[in-house]
């Protein structure tokens, strides 16, 4: 049966008791339209409720919402089953998802100036760092981008201490290899995950790659979001106020996360 998600702007007003009664009044009625209700994900500080239910199709989901509790989603998308886990985790709610890109810097310049094969040997060595990373940290790979890979989290502070891993393996390698230094800049963002053909689009992603552009080599550059979903978590982020960046009408507020010892 297929995987729909529904993503609801949520009221002022509306607190965690009151989502979880009304998703337990989802699950009273739900057999009655052949819907099941696996798990919720709430999004407080974007006021976002995100539902992920089996459904013959979206309108029997709808309806089950409907005749519950009246909270009507203003989208219902279907999804893959493995993109949903890796984005929302085996639990029942969680505060956000985050996407990650790693971007080689200077990368057409390593090319040109090392040669392609020296280049792609570089590029190996990143791949596998970054690849070594995500799997210890959570993260799950949605795609090679040619100088960079882009990946989801369930848990942004796991984003961002991926990113910190990342930067200090990559430190590593050019104090090994001072000739032939690797240096990355990576943006992070979290938000609401979207999907279609095994890959991840939408505002999220759009703010993590312009993030990523914006910083400098070395700098793991995150979103407001992000900095306050980890607070707590023992990170350390340099606020560098207000950034602007393509696409986005208006600037946008960035932090620097701190990740040399």
């Given at each position: 049966m297929p995987l729909y998600m529904d993503i609801h702007e949520l009221p002022d007003g509306i607190t965690p008791e009151d989502i979880a009664k009304a998703h337990e009044k989802d699950m009273e009625i739900q057999?009655?339209?052949?819907?099941?209700?696996?798990?919720?994900?709430?999004?407080?500080?974007?006021?976002?409720?995100?539902?992920?239910?089996?459904?013959?199709?979206?309108?029997?989901?709808?309806?089950?919402?409907?005749?519950?509790?009246?909270?009507?989603?203003?989208?219902?998308?279907?999804?893959?089953?493995?993109?949903?886990?890796?984005?929302?985790?085996?639990?029942?709610?969680n505060t956000a998802?985050?996407?990650v890109l790693p971007d080689i810097a200077n990368s057409?310049?390593?090319?040109?100036?090392?040669?392609?094969?020296?280049?792609?040997?570089?590029?190996?060595?990143?791949?596998?760092?970054?690849?070594?990373?995500l799997a210890e940290l959570g993260g799950r790979e949605v795609k090679h981008t040619g100088d960079g890979i882009m990946a989801s989290f369930i848990s942004p502070a796991g984003a961002?201490?991926?990113?910190?891993?990342?930067?200090?393996?990559?430190?590593?390698?050019?104090?090994?290899?001072?000739?032939?230094?690797?240096?990355?800049?990576?943006?992070a963002a979290a938000g609401?995950?979207?999907?279609?053909?095994?890959?991840?689009?939408?505002?999220?992603?759009?703010?993590?790659?312009?993030?990523?552009?914006?910083?400098?080599?070395?700098?793991?550059l995150v979103s407001n979001a992000i900095a306050e979903l980890c607070l707590g978590k023992g990170l350390l982020f340099e606020d560098v106020g207000e950034v602007s960046l393509k696409g986005f009408n208006s600037p946008v507020r960035a932090h620097a996360a701190a990740w040399k010892q």
């Amino acid at each position: 049966m297929p995987l729909y998600m529904d993503i609801h702007e949520l009221p002022d007003g509306i607190t965690p008791e009151d989502i979880a009664k009304a998703h337990e009044k989802d699950m009273e009625i739900q057999r009655k339209y052949g819907v099941e209700y696996r798990k919720y994900w709430v999004n407080e500080s974007g006021r976002k409720l995100f539902c992920l239910a089996h459904a013959p199709n979206a309108e029997a989901a709808e309806r089950v919402h409907r005749e519950a509790h009246g909270m009507i989603a203003e989208k219902i998308i279907e999804v893959q089953p493995d993109l949903a886990e890796g984005i929302l985790g085996s639990v029942q709610t969680n505060t956000a998802g985050a996407a990650v890109l790693p971007d080689i810097a200077n990368s057409t310049e390593l090319t040109h100036t090392l040669g392609d094969e020296a280049a792609m040997t570089l590029l190996d060595v990143h791949n596998s760092i970054v690849r070594n990373a995500l799997a210890e940290l959570g993260g799950r790979e949605v795609k090679h981008t040619g100088d960079g890979i882009m990946a989801s989290f369930i848990s942004p502070a796991g984003a961002v201490r991926c990113a910190m891993q990342i930067q200090r393996e990559l430190n590593k390698h050019a104090q090994a290899n001072p000739e032939r230094p690797l240096k990355v800049k990576v943006g992070a963002a979290a938000g609401e995950p979207v999907e279609q053909h095994d890959d991840l689009f939408g505002c999220t992603v759009q703010l993590a790659a312009r993030l990523c552009a914006h910083a400098q080599p070395e700098q793991i550059l995150v979103s407001n979001a992000i900095a306050e979903l980890c607070l707590g978590k023992g990170l350390l982020f340099e606020d560098v106020g207000e950034v602007s960046l393509k696409g986005f009408n208006s600037p946008v507020r960035a932090h620097a996360a701190a990740w040399k010892q």
